[in-house]
């Protein structure tokens, strides 16, 4: 039985700003404090709670009634004065209303659907990988990871996406999930030209013919979600579907090039590149941390939680706890995690377009596989310091054909 009010605990303090440059570029000494202090602690700095802990983020991220999204799955609560922002439907929400959402964007995306781009999506990283071998050397994040993302994607979302505007504005995005630092303000003023092209570039009349984009209008136009919302639910599938997947992408093959072994097992197994990304998202998870809001006092593991409070969930520490995971720190290509790791969530709000993630790296993976004899690093990676992804901004490779 839950212990009495009267007898729970204060969450003690851990006095680490998880959201210094520093920190965000190489988390994972704060990721081990934070698993080892306590099951919950209290970042005096922001006035919020984090959990580290495998048990602990599952337990939360299923239960809504107690934690809830709906003040916004960053640091800020959206509902208050001064930090107010229209939510979206398809994150910032707890059921009925999301289940509503969530229904129709999961009959949207649908496992035919997701299979029928699989052609398209092998042809364009056939094509990715044979420009990577005439290179020779350069840069997986650009030439390979965003190029291939953004050339795929836009086809399937149905949403032009131009490089300068994309990064800008996922790099505001995701900058807005945590306090007004100098990453926050240095972000938005990198994005505020690109803020028009953003809006425009999702309206009912810029959707490309057959795309999922389309497909979410036509729902709004057959009654099946709310007037207005499907260029939110667009806005927030493009948002969660470009920068995750090319920070998930890069991050797998950073890790292809320093591990010798596990670039051998893909070679002479290239199915396994179902399950790389899986691996790479646990062992260097792109969506570093998500908040709930308790929705009153309440407790969580013998501690008290006020009401109202932000609890901030920290998913990179989550996939490397010791607790869950053998031998945590190995990056294994052979490990069986899909839906088990925590990058890309659990209940009612796990990512609704993994499988299409998981499709567009398993071709471009496995293009490499079969074509590329060695791929090694160059130099070290260089990570782009942001206060919710993590995320390689330039990969030095070197590439020999088979």
Known sequence: MPAAQSDLLEPPELGIDPYATEI?????????????????????????????????????????????????????????????????????????????????????????????????????AGICVERILDMRDFDGIEHLAEHYILTVFQQAVGVVLPRAEVLAIGEMRFNQSGPENDLYRRAMEKAEPYLEWFDSSCERSAVLPGSIGEKIYEAEERGEIEPGVANSLLRTFVGGGTDSTISGLGSALNLLATHADQWQLLQAEPARAKNVLDEAVRYESPFQVIYRTTNEETEFEGYRIPAQSKVGLWLGASNRDPEQWPEPEKFDITRQIAGVHMGFGTGKHFCIGQMLAKLESECLLAALATRVKSIERTAAPVYRPMNQMRAINNLPLRVTPK
């Open 24 to 124: 965000v570029t190489d988390p994972y000494d704060f990721h081990r404090s934070l698993r080892e202090t306590a099951p919950i602690v209290r970042i005096g700095k922001y006035g919020v709670y984090a959990v580290g802990r495998y048990e602990g983020v599952r337990q939360i991220l299923q239960d809504y009634a107690r934690f809830s999204s709906a003040g916004g799955v960053g640091i800020q609560d959206i509902r208050k004065p001064g930090k107010f922002r229209i939510p979206s439907r398809l994150v910032d929400a707890d059921p009925p209303g999301h289940t509503e959402v969530r229904t129709v964007m999961t009959k949207i995306l649908n496992p035919v659907l997701i299979r029928s781009w699989r052609e398209l999506f092998e042809r364009e």
